[in-house]
């Protein structure tokens, strides 16, 4: 049986390269795809957890994530789509309205 | 019949609605309906006076206390201090009611003739139906602060009835409203002494009440009637009427008593005398008696576990309670003094004649003014207890009767005359309550009502006939000025001459033109000059007779004071009566408007044909024994001797008659009719006034002094108006002067608004501008300065904000790793 601190690793590695993808990269829709990683390494981490205690709640957990992340992508995607209807771009270094 | 005397708060709401009435309504009534209001307000107020008369009738004299329905009596409660508005239905205060309501009602009537065309004329019947209803509150009252409520309520009536006629042309309304201010001024002085004496009296007893229930007021009369008033010399309208119950068997007497009837009329006496009560159950009068029973140091319970002795504790100092009755009683005798019109604030009576004559007549010579002395008579007990307050109360009263009488003399205007015989008569009365000759002193101001109603009415009448004969005169070349009334007194300004209609000089030969109110003004003076057998003789000298027993027999000063001095008074009054009629009605008409002077109609004739006739009858009310046939046996019509004496006895604590003198009234009568025919001599056969516009006596230059005094009111105005009103004037103008120079100029202007100057500015500039504007723009100095600094972190770039997240997840997670590292 693999070990949980395997998964842990392995969660840990995708979570940097969520992060490092959100800061890096412009194109908002690759950002999604980096938060999407993000999440799924926080839902890898709870099914390992669930698994090391044979407690079925974080897998549970994990179900509300993977919506909450649909719903989220959808109202994420009609954003981006509206963006571009305004500005033509989906550039995110274009987007700086709400600077102070 | 118990419940009879349930009516008494009537006797005040009767007369109050017809006020309301005409205050509300009257100006859009005619005049014949705001006049039936009135009278009807007024005769309905009789009715109920003549129905509690039969009560006490019905129930032996004896007092009741009614409490009004709906607000219960109470009207202030204040610790030991109650006050309510119960109503005292007894002798004395239905003897009041009774003869205001009479007269009231008769000059009611006489208005509605007197008053006709007036602008005001709903407003003239509301004021005298509001009169009724606070004379009758006065009387009814059972204690000194309701009293003084109807008191004060009279005095307001007064003022407003003086001032009238405010807005009359050429300053004719000056004078009424000054005579108003007048009047309300000198009755306020006296107010004040009322109010002390108040104070005093609740101070002293803890109480104001006349007299609790079921307490005795006069325990000797009472007892008399409890042993079946076997005393023949009362044989008076009590004991026909206690035959007659007896005679009609007990089903007369009341049902509870009914198996007690065998036992007679004391069977309906709960009590006799006042034993069963506790000094705090007994009214101010009783507590009195009691107290200045005791002996030097001996207290008495006074309920509810507290002693009471003589002494009296006021603040730190303390002092015998006779002292203190001296107290009240001169308190009270201001009150007298402003309201009865004694000296020294009489000044007031003469000028209120500026009012109408009805009001005159009413307020002014019959009611109003005698309130004092029914206050004094219900005081009786005080008097009786103080030697040196009765004594100045006496010598004020004969005082006054002299001045009176003395000043009226020299005057000229009819009605002034009058007034001064008014002040004169009530010194009779006030000098009658001194040597404590309360019954007659009653019975001399109910004689004195309804002779001087007459009187007054009958000055109205020739004055108005005066003014029909004015307008008569100058109606000949203007456009038909012939309607009569008082609608004269707006057109009078447009007549070039001055005409005085009160002016006795303008006067002679009416007796001709007016014979009703020619006959019934001699009656008038007749019964006021004391001339047997009129009314006035019968009262003035059961006061004579009083005074002779005090003073003769008992031997005090006072009363051979009273006595000598009220004789010369009387003479006076029989002097310038006589002279007024000889003035007025014989010779010859001096003015045109005398000679076309015409009756008043009958609205105006019928009060005083009936005021006549009551004037003649009024005196066999009060006939003292041993006068034998001198009286007609007509006293026999009123339930026999001294029955107002009789009825008065169980009001009336100290109760006392005196014995008929034969050679006093013979005495009396000799200088009365003596004075009146040196005064037809002197001014009889045309002389009454010579061809100069002057009294004989003016112009006879061994009497011209004298006669100018009198002319001059004994220059008791002009005293007045040294000592009093031209210092008050001055110290006014003085303070004016202060107010304007000093207040105005120097601080108002120079440290009041120069100081406010420099304090706003100083406080503006600096203090505002500088501190507090300062400190709030610094405020949003900062506030901007700093958020300037801060927007620079909001870049609006997401990733920034992303790595902030993201250092902050860091951040919080190192901290949270932290103490694992260390522990």
Redo the contacts between chains.
């Keep these: 049986m693999v070990q949980t601190e395997a998964f842990i690793i392995l969660s840990m590695i995708l979570f940097a390269l969520g992060?490092m993808g959100?800061?890096i990269r412009r194109n908002p829709i690759l950002?999604f795809m980096a938060v999407e990683l993000m999440l799924n390494s926080a839902n890898l981490a709870l099914v390992a957890f669930a698994r090391q205690w044979g407690h079925s709640d974080g897998q549970i957990f994990v179900f509300f994530v993977i919506t909450v992340a649909a719903a989220e992508v959808a109202v994420g995607l009609a954003l981006i789509v509206a963006i571009f209807r305004t500005k033509q771009s989906i550039n995110?270094?274009d987007?700086?309205?709400?600077?102070? | 019949m118990q419940n009879l005397a349930l009516i008494a708060p009537l006797i005040v709401l009767i007369p109050a609605i017809g006020a309301f009435i005409n205050f509300t309504l009257g100006p859009r009534l005619s005049e014949r309906f705001v006049s039936i209001i009135g009278t009807t307000a007024s005769g309905l107020t009789f009715g109920v006076a003549a129905l509690l008369l039969v009560y006490l009738h019905n129930n032996f004299y004896q007092p009741v206390i009614v409490n009004p329905p709906l607000i219960n009596g109470t009207w202030i409660s204040i610790g030991t201090l109650e006050i309510s508005w119960q109503l005292r239905v007894d002798t004395l205060s239905v003897t009041m009611m009774f003869f205001a309501s009479l007269v009231g009602t008769l000059i009611h009537i006489y208005s509605a003739g007197y008053m006709h065309g007036d602008a005001r004329y709903a407003r003239f019947f509301a004021y005298l139906n509001m009169f009724l209803a606070f004379m009758m509150l006065l009387v009814s009252a059972n204690n000194f602060v309701v009293m003084f409520v109807g008191w004060e309520g009279v005095g307001l009536c007064s003022y407003l009835l003086i001032g009238f006629w405010w807005d009359r042309s050429r300053g004719a309304g000056w004078r009424n409203s000054n005579a108003a201010r007048k009047a309300m001024i000198a009755n306020r002085v006296g107010d004040f002494g009322v109010m002390i004496a108040m104070f005093l009296i609740f101070w002293t007893f803890g109480t104001l009440d006349f007299y609790k229930p079921n307490e005795v007021v006069n325990v000797n009369a009472v007892q008399r009637l409890a042993e079946g008033g076997a005393d023949d010399s009362h044989s008076s309208l009590l004991l026909t009427s206690t035959a007659a119950q007896e005679d009609h068997g007990e089903e007369a007497a009341d049902g509870e008593h009914a198996e007690e009837g065998s036992h007679g009329p004391a069977a309906h006496l709960e009590y006799t005398n006042n034993d069963h009560l506790a000094l705090r159950q007994m009214g101010v009068f009783g507590q009195t008696d009691r107290l200045m029973a005791l002996g030097e140091d001996e207290t008495i319970d006074f309920g509810l576990g507290e002693m009471r002795g003589r002494t009296i504790q006021v603040g730190q100092y303390s002092f015998d309670i006779s002292l203190m009755l001296v107290l009240i009683v001169l308190f009270l005798l201001l009150g007298v003094a402003g309201k009865s019109a004694q000296i020294p604030l009489f000044v007031w009576l003469p000028d209120a004649m500026a009012g109408p004559t009805p009001a005159s007549s009413l307020i002014h010579a019959a009611t109003m003014v005698t309130a004092g002395v029914y206050m004094m008579v219900r005081s009786n007990v005080f008097l009786y207890h103080s030697d040196v307050a009765s004594f100045i109360v006496t010598l004020v009263g004969v005082g006054t009767a002299l001045v009176g009488g003395f000043i009226a003399l020299g005057q000229f205007d009819i009605k002034r005359v009058l007034a001064y015989s008014t002040v004169s008569q009530l010194g009779f009365m006030v000098a009658a309550v001194g040597i404590g000759a309360y019954p007659a002193a009653m019975f001399h101001m109910i004689t004195h009502a309804f002779f001087k109603a007459l009187l007054f009415m009958g000055s109205g009448s020739v004055i108005h006939g005066m003014e029909h004969g004015h307008h008569h005169l100058h109606g000949d070349h203007k456009d038909g000025h012939d309607d009569h009334g008082d609608d004269h007194h707006d057109e009078k300004a447009h007549h070039e001459e001055e005409f005085d209609p009160q002016d006795m000089r303008n006067m002679g030969g009416l007796r001709h033109k007016m014979p009703v109110t020619y006959w019934t003004y001699v009656i008038g003076t007749f019964a006021l000059a004391g001339i047997w057998p009129f009314a006035g003789f019968w009262s003035k000298d059961e006061i004579l007779a009083d005074a002779w027993e005090v003073g003769l027999i008992r031997g005090e000063l006072k009363g051979f004071i009273a006595l000598v001095l009220l004789i010369a008074a009387a003479a006076m009054t029989a002097f310038y009566m006589w002279r007024q009629i000889e003035m007025v009605f014989h010779g010859k008409a001096r003015h045109e408007a005398a000679k076309h002077a015409s009756e008043s109609n009958w609205m105006m004739t019928l009060p005083l044909i009936i005021l006549a006739v009551s004037s003649f009858f009024v005196g066999f009310i009060n006939v003292p024994s041993g006068v034998g046939i001198f009286s007609f046996g007509l006293e026999n019509m009123f339930g026999g001797l001294h029955s107002l004496a009789d009825f008065l006895e169980f009001s009336i604590a100290k109760f006392h008659i005196p014995a008929f003198q034969p050679v006093l009234a013979i005495m009396t009568m000799i200088i009365g009719v003596t004075a009146m025919f040196i005064a037809s001599r002197i001014y009889g056969g045309g002389r009454a006034v010579n061809k100069a516009g002057k009294d004989p006596l003016e112009a006879d230059a061994s009497t011209a002094p004298i006669w100018s005094i009198a002319n001059a009111r004994m220059y008791w105005d002009n005293i007045y108006e040294r000592v009093f009103v031209q210092p008050f004037t001055r110290v006014a103008e003085g303070i004016a002067a202060f107010d304007w120079n000093i207040l105005h100029d120097y601080f108002h202007d120079t440290i009041l608004y120069k100081g406010f100057n420099a304090l706003g500015s100083f406080l503006s500039r600096p203090v505002d501008l500088g501190i507090i504007d300062g400190a709030v723009n610094g405020m949003g100095r900062l506030v901007r300065g700093t958020a300037g600094l801060l927007r620079q972190a909001q870049t609006g770039y997401v990733r920034v904000y992303a790595v902030m997240l993201f250092l902050g997840v860091v951040v919080v997670v190192v901290l949270m790793l932290l103490p694992m590292i260390r522990g």
Excluded: W
């Design positions: 992060a959100v800061l950002v995110i270094d987007l700086h309205l709400m600077e102070g």
